[in-house]
């Protein structure tokens, strides 16, 4: 199964008074494992970012002026995620943003028709009620560092949330590819196993041992009576 964590930043709150998308960071997961494979792009919203949102994500105006525009990497976009799971933070906001750009093009798309949305948000509002569910809020009751996230980033939001959305569904993260990070470490606090590591040797009991074993447990049943070993080796 192929799932894509992904966020946007955005110029603004409603995609309904013409704010648009400004970044969009995707990271893969397959069998709900990191591959490292990513998707990320900067993008010309054709508008002016609101100076609310700036203090948010702290994506200028003048940074934007010579990013492509959605046109230009909509179709790239839509081949990354098309057919697959998308795993988002409040999936709402992200989903209404990505509906009101690809409206805007020939032939329309609706990503729910595309693609399967899991909102984590609403994972998290249902396991934690009552609590706390924004992504810091959970990168701190789940142990993930989150502690370069001084600004939001589509790219690095995206990174932390997979991590979360595995910890919160009781998964595993289990293979980092990312560039410069270290073998085995994802630089996010979670130490993660290679998956093409040496398989474990698995040592078996000599007969020696195995004697020995069934000297004490013969012991064990002459003073305890039946024990639970037993059980099982009839039952086997």
């Known amino acids: 199964m192929r799932q894509i964590v992904l966020d946007t930043e955005t110029t603004g709150i ?30 010309n919203p054709e508008r002016e970012v609101e100076a609310e949102a700036i203090t948010v994500h702290g994506i200028t ?23 697959d799971e998308l795993v988002i933070h409040n999936a709402a906001f ?14 329309v798309r609706k990503t729910a ?31 993930v560092d989150n502690s370069n996230r001084d600004l939001h980033g589509a790219l690095l939001d995206a990174e932390i949330l997979a991590d979360v959305y595995l910890l919160l569904t009781g998964g595993q993260t289990a293979l980092s590819l990312d560039a410069g990070a270290e073998e085995g470490s994802s630089g996010t606090g979670i130490r993660r196993l290679p998956a093409k590591r040496p398989a474990l040797n698995v040592i078996r009991a000599s007969e020696d041992e195995h004697g020995a074993h069934e000297e004490f447990m013969a012991m064990l049943e002459k003073q305890a009576g039946e024990t639970v070993w037993g059980k099982l080796q009839q039952s086997d």
């Open 14 to 43: 409603d995609p309904n008074d013409g704010h648009r998308i400004i970044e969009i960071g995707c990271v893969e997961l397959v069998e709900r494992q990191l591959t490292g494979r990513n998707y990320h792009v900067y993008i």
């Open 61 to 83: 105006n003048e940074f934007l002026e010579d990013k492509p525009k959605f046109a230009e990497v909509a179709n790239d976009f839509f081949e990354f995620i098309k057919g």
């Open 94 to 107: 992200d989903v209404g943003f990505m509906d009101a750009e690809f409206a805007r093009m020939k032939p």
């Open 113 to 143: 028709d595309h693609c399967g949305i899991v909102d984590t948000l609403a994972i998290a509002r249902k396991k934690h009620p009552g609590q706390k569910n924004n992504l810091d809020a959970l990168c701190k009751r789940y142990g």
